[in-house]
């Protein structure tokens, strides 16, 4: 059965900061690997994916993440954070071969002005 | 464009009673569809999930049950509600076949007195 970590459970920032959110995973076939954001009052969106290739993904609003097969994560970077990215990030692994994503914990975060 | 609509927004149900909450899904055919239960620091929780109308595979043992009565529409059903089924219920879904994102709904919360 797969599992997903995200060690950081609140993080707060001060505008400008680089963020880096932590996910680990425990699978042993090939994974797809996904970053969902849920903003205050909002549903839960898409932020970026991986399934194959390059393994640094660039997704929506300057976030990226990169895949490390050998360390089996999967964390999520921002250079410079906007208040606006206050908000709660959730982790999700599925399997190539399968269509349920198993979610991480999630992370809240907080960014002061 | 594919959306979703979930409903009722909030629900206030007291012990005992029975419940449905109801989701569908526009712009597309055949998607699977997902409830998920979100706890508080414990990520999302899968509950049910369906491949196609009248197909239900269940993740936990609960005192839920989900129904797919027609294509686009998936609904998550008690007979008795408990004190412990209060929480956020997501309902989501994806394009059919492997490695496809899920989107989400807005939720519902329910909250059992």
């Known amino acids: 059965a797969q599992s997903v970590s995200q060690h950081n459970h609140h993080v707060i920032l001060s505008e400008a900061a680089s963020l880096e959110l932590g996910c680990n995973y425990s699978?042993?076939?090939?994974?797809?690997l996904f970053w969902y954001v849920q903003y205050p009052g909002q549903h839960l969106q898409l932020l970026l994916k991986?399934?194959?290739?390059?393994?640094l993904v660039k997704g929506i609003k300057g976030f990226e993440a990169e895949f490390i097969k050998s360390k089996f994560s999967f964390n999520l970077r921002k250079p410079s954070v906007q208040w606006s990215d206050t908000a709660e990030y959730f982790c999700a692994v599925n399997d190539v071969a399968g269509n349920m994503l198993t979610f991480g914990g999630g992370t809240r975060l907080m960014v002061k002005p | 464009s594919q959306t979703i609509h979930q409903w009722p927004a909030t629900l206030v149900q007291p012990v005992g009673s029975p419940l449905s909450l109801e989701c569908t899904v526009e712009?597309?055919?055949?998607?699977?569809l997902y409830w998920y239960r979100q706890a508080a620091g414990r990520g999302l929780q899968l509950l049910f999930y369906s491949i196609g109308i009248g197909q239900i595979s269940s993740e936990v043992p609960q005192n839920l049950s989900a129904s797919r009565p027609q294509d686009r529409q998936f609904i998550l059903s008690s007979k008795k509600l408990l004190l412990s089924d209060s929480g956020f219920y997501l309902c989501?879904?994806?394009?059919?076949?492997?490695?496809?994102?899920?989107?989400f709904g807005d939720g519902t919360r329910l909250s059992i007195l």
């Open positions: 699978y042993g076939g090939t994974v797809n």
């Open positions: 989501a879904w994806s394009v059919r076949g492997a490695s496809q994102p899920q989107h």
């Open positions: 991986y399934f194959s290739g390059d393994p």
């Open positions: 712009g597309t055919s055949n998607p699977n």
